[in-house]
């Protein structure tokens, strides 16, 4: 069992930045892919980014690359999403997701994985 936590999430201007941790525990965190999700108000929940066990390799949703970075610490079995740039429509609750498959895609497009945090709720307002 893993068990996931997020935090940073809050309140910003449009334009600002904020970053999120996902800190998990239960099980070998770096044996885990690990990424992000979002659900905007009345809407689907939608893929963000996913980061392979190493970090070698980082998926991301191609409305968020290059405003959103996911990295990891697997000393501190924690993956981050550093969010620049914001804008109201990027107001969602953000989901930290885990998996134990090595195979990050399609897998992730599913959002059918093995563990999820409560998640942290972003708003940016105008």
């Known amino acids: 069992q893993v068990q996931l936590v997020e935090s940073g999430g809050g309140l910003v201007q449009a334009g600002g930045s904020l970053r999120l941790s996902c800190v998990a525990s239960g099980r070998t965190f770096s044996r885990y892919v690990m990424g992000w999700f979002r659900r905007p108000p009345g809407k689907e929940r939608e893929f963000v980014g996913a980061?392979?066990?190493?970090?070698?390799?980082?998926y991301y949703s191609d409305s968020m690359k290059g405003r959103f970075t996911v990295s990891r610490d697997n000393a501190k079995n924690t993956v981050y999403l550093q969010m620049n740039s914001l804008t109201p429509e990027d107001t969602a609750v953000y989901y930290c997701?885990?998996?134990?498959?090595?195979?990050?895609?399609?897998?992730?497009?599913?959002?059918?994985?093995?563990?999820w945090g409560q998640g942290t709720q972003v708003t940016v307002s105008s």
């Open positions: 980061i392979t066990y190493t970090g070698d390799l980082i």
């Open positions: 997701a885990a998996d134990s498959n090595s195979a990050v895609w399609p897998l992730w497009s599913t959002g059918k994985l093995d563990y």
